[in-house]
């Protein structure tokens, strides 16, 4: 049996483990099992040798996150369309953990650049920008001199610079103009909804090959507009929505005829919304449970 004190140290460093390998994944299951694993490998080990239990557990953890990334490229690469994240769905808005769980490094738009980076870069540029770790802690987790992770995570910031999403905005404001936004859609408001979107706008969609999306997304506020709106002039009532937290920042649930359709996080620049995420894939939506 494990020690209670062995115990204790790994449960305390679990959210951290958790946000780590699904920062690195994407995928809420396969962030599970790297934290699975990185449990067995703890209870093998002799913890009286260990200078600390936080280091030894992040660097396990990022590795085998690291192993595992590595090991899917390739079918992401062979994915139908965009690859987005699993969303992270929180029901109530007000919620403390939700506020506390909110962060830029956890959105659906920052996960979508990160897939441009490779596993160790990733690695090394979340552990720095993500959870503040100086350059030497990550030399270690990764086994590279400091030199080279300094290079590492400055090439991976130039990459990400003109690709991240650029707007910071309060909470308050992105929830009101979502509410105005889901209102617009809900009632099939076509003025209202192009009213609420930015000219270049874009909508990302992730139906995995699955249910319909557009490759490369729809972009521009008419193209947008007219889906909205013509969701609702097909659909009517049997559409519907719910305001949530996806991934620490606010989105909606879209339900047709009471079943889950897409959960959809937003950007916005404080004035209009400028991105739509929207997850339709259904193997991405099952762990969310919710009603309309």
Do not use: C
Not at 76 to 102: F, T
Not at 155 to 168: M, S
């Amino acid at each position: 049996m494990e020690h209670p004190v062995a115990l204790d140290t790994f449960q305390a460093l679990r959210p951290r483990l958790f946000g780590i390998a699904y920062r690195m994944l994407g995928v809420r299951a396969d962030a599970e099992d790297v934290v699975q694993d990185a449990w067995l490998r703890w209870t093998a080990t002799d913890h009286d040798a260990l200078q600390s239990a936080e280091a030894w557990l992040v660097t396990v953890t990022t590795r085998l996150a690291i192993d595992r990334l590595r090991a899917a490229r390739a079918e992401r690469e062979a994915y139908y369309g965009e690859w987005l994240a699993e969303p992270i769905v929180q029901l109530d808005e007000d919620s403390p953990e939700n506020i506390a769980e909110r962060a830029d490094d956890l959105s659906l738009a920052f996960l979508h650049v990160l897939e441009r980076l490779g596993p160790e870069e990733r690695a090394a540029y979340l552990l720095r920008q993500a959870f503040d770790y100086d350059y030497g802690e990550i030399a270690t987790v990764l086994g590279k001199t400091e030199p080279a992770v300094r290079q590492s995570v400055h090439r991976a910031a130039e990459r990400l610079k003109l690709e991240r999403p650029r707007f910071e905005v309060p909470r308050e404001t992105h929830l009101r103009l979502l509410q105005r936004f889901v209102a617009a859609a809900s009632t099939g408001d076509r003025a209202s909804i192009r009213a609420l979107l930015a000219d270049n706008v874009a909508a990302i969609g992730d139906g995995g090959g699955k249910v319909p999306s557009v490759p490369g997304g729809m972009h521009g506020g008419e193209r947008v507009t007219n889906l909205f709106w013509a969701n609702h002039r097909r659909l009517g009532d049997r559409i519907s929505y719910r305001i949530v937290s996806i991934n620490g920042t606010p989105g909606f649930l879209r339900f047709v005829e009471g079943k889950l359709e897409s959960a959809q996080a937003v950007v916005t620049d404080g004035e209009r919304i400028v991105t739509f995420y929207a997850v339709r894939n259904p193997d991405k939506l099952a762990r969310i449970v919710a009603a309309p």
